[in-house]
Structure formats: C-alpha cells, structure tokens
C-alpha cells in the first residue's frame, strides 16, 4: 500500500470511530438515570436530574469523576 491508500485508510477508521462515539453518547442520554448516585449513595439533585435524566452520579461525585479521568 502507498502512503495515500495507508492516509485513506486511517482517515475512514478516524471517521468509523467519531461516528461511533457520537451514537454511544446519543444512547447514554437515553438512558434512564438514577435518584441515587452510583459512587456515593447520595441523592442525585432534582435540577441535575432534569439537566441530565441519565445522569447516574451527582454533581460532586462526577466532577470528580472528570477529573481523575483526564489524568490517565
């Protein structure tokens, strides 16, 4: 394969992988969410919830989940 076939290739698998990320995002806001969060037990506050119905922690829990999942 030359370089322009190997470029092609990876631009269509860049594309297969942006496409596929927007349809799991698209799923998790589908997704019915939680009263309680999935980290600390706590309550998932009724303005998150209706924010965010498929939220699955609170505001706290998932800051922090944000954060320690950027530093990987």
């Known amino acids: 394969m030359n370089g322009n076939a190997l ?3 990876a631009e269509i698998r860049a594309e297969e992988e942006r496409e596929a990320e927007i349809k799991r995002a ?4 589908k997704r019915t969410g ?3 969060c999935d980290d600390c037990g ?4 009724e303005t998150r919830r209706r924010a ?3 939220a699955r922690r609170c505001i706290h829990c998932q800051e922090h989940f ?7």
């Open 7 to 9: 470029f092609d290739l």
């Open 26 to 29: 698209g799923a998790a806001l």
């Open 34 to 36: 939680n009263t309680e």
């Open 42 to 45: 706590g309550e998932i506050a």
């Open 52 to 54: 965010l119905p498929s």
């Open 66 to 72: 944000e954060l320690h999942a950027k530093g990987r």
